[in-house]
């Protein structure tokens, strides 16, 4: 069934996502428009209670990062490179939905 919000998942990482390049294990390096919130940084929940993030994120539409977790590799544009750890998968089926996987610096 389709809903109003399908396709939001693109439409926030073009707007408000930086490029950074990911290579998922075994695969060539790509660059994507994705959200980045380091550790430590202030996160709105959906229940709009703001928590502090404890490890480094990465928030992009679930077809751009498939394959990414576990083991692959997340360079920003800063010269920081991270390692994919695990993916916080919301469930929504959606290809462009988003997902969020947490890093850890490499």
């Known amino acids: 069934m389709a809903s109003v919000f399908d396709g939001m998942g693109a439409l926030l990482s073009e707007a408000l996502g930086a490029p950074v390049t990911i290579a998922p294990p075994g695969e060539a390096p790509r660059q994507i428009r994705a959200l980045f919130r380091d550790a430590d940084s202030a996160v709105l929940t959906e229940g709009g209670v703001e928590l502090l993030n404890a490890v480094p994120t990465l928030r992009a ?13 997340v360079a920003l544009a800063d010269g920081r490179r991270f390692r994919a750890l695990a993916s916080m998968d919301g469930g929504n089926p959606d290809p462009g939905g988003m997902v969020t996987i947490q890093l850890e610096e490499a």
């Open 61 to 73: 539409r679930r077809d751009q990062i498939a394959g990414l977790c576990p083991d692959g590799l």
